[in-house]
């Protein structure tokens, strides 16, 4: 599904991403942890096609298509989902109206009809039933003095919605609450599909309680360093990152 070969970039003169290699099939769930400051927003971003940064060598790969020119409403069209992409607040268009437009501009990029406004209700229905999304919420406008659980609550009903064959959910926020936590987790295991993949960047190992990952990768300084099973996220939580430092500099 989402392959990275030998990926570089920069923002001015930092080289940022220093040859990163990424295969994620479908079905699977991955997760990139590391400390402050490695690469992993940047690397989210740059999959998103975010051009504040330069790739200055490699290719990204969505379903064996390279995706490493294309704008990021084109790889959005082609299933590529990051969070936090509509942080914007629109005040006076519902959280169902804003999905509303956005299911039916992928639809017309990919040369597909509007969904007929009954099918758009029962998507619509079914989705916030699966997650347990109140009624009440769908109706109250994008992201005004949406609390931290909501913002979560939005993204998953989004991703939900979308559809995305890749979703990749940054986990930026260290502050998220038990309950953020658990709404992006139980979205998460609910939307699982084998037609999907699902990248979770995340520097604590608390998340990984509630999503378990296929396979844990360590990012540091721009490198995927070390791969493992979710027990490497174990390793981590226990012995820190301070270890994987010293592998390095040795
Ligand atoms: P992480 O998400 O792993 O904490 P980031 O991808 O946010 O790491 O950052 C990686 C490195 O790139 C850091 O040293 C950060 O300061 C730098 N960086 C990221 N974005 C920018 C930017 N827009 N301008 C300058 N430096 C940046
Ligand atoms: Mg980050
Ligand atoms: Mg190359």
Do not use: C
Not at 30 to 59: C, F, Q, R, W
Not at 90 to 119: D, H, Q, W, Y
Not at 216 to 235: M, Q
Not at 238 to 244: N, P
């Amino acid at each position: 599904m989402l392959s990275i070969k030998n990926l570089h970039a920069t923002i001015g003169d930092k080289e940022i991403l220093k040859g990163i290699n990424l295969e994620v099939k479908a079905g699977e769930i991955h997760a990139i942890m590391g400390p402050n400051g490695a690469g992993k927003s940047t690397l989210a971003s740059i999959i998103a096609g975010n051009d504040t940064y330069e790739v200055t060598d490699g290719e990204i790969y969505l379903d064996n298509e390279d995706i490493s020119e294309l704008s990021p409403e084109e790889r959005a069209h082609k299933g590529v989902f990051l969070s936090f992409q509509y942080p914007v607040e629109i005040p006076g268009v519902s959280v169902t109206n804003f999905m509303r437009t956005a299911i039916n501009e992928t639809r017309k990029a990919n040369k597909l009809e509007e969904m007929p406004a009954n099918e758009m209700l029962k998507f619509i229905r079914e989705k916030s039933e699966l997650l347990e999304i109140d009624r009440k919420f769908l109706s109250r406008s994008l992201n005004e003095g949406f609390s931290g659980g909501e913002k979560k609550r939005n993204e998953i009903f989004q991703m939900a919605m979308l559809e995305p064959k890749l979703a990749i959910l940054d986990e930026t926020d260290s502050g998220l609450d038990i309950d953020a936590l658990r709404i992006v987790a139980n979205g998460v295991n609910k939307l699982k599909s084998n037609k999907n993949a699902i990248v979770v960047i995340t520097h604590y190992q608390r998340l990984l309680d509630y999503i378990v990952p296929d396979f844990v990768h360590v990012l540091y300084n721009g490198k995927i360093v070390k791969s493992g099973g979710k027990e490497l996220a174990h390793e981590l939580e226990e012995k820190g990152y301070d270890w994987i430092k010293l592998e390095q500099e040795a």
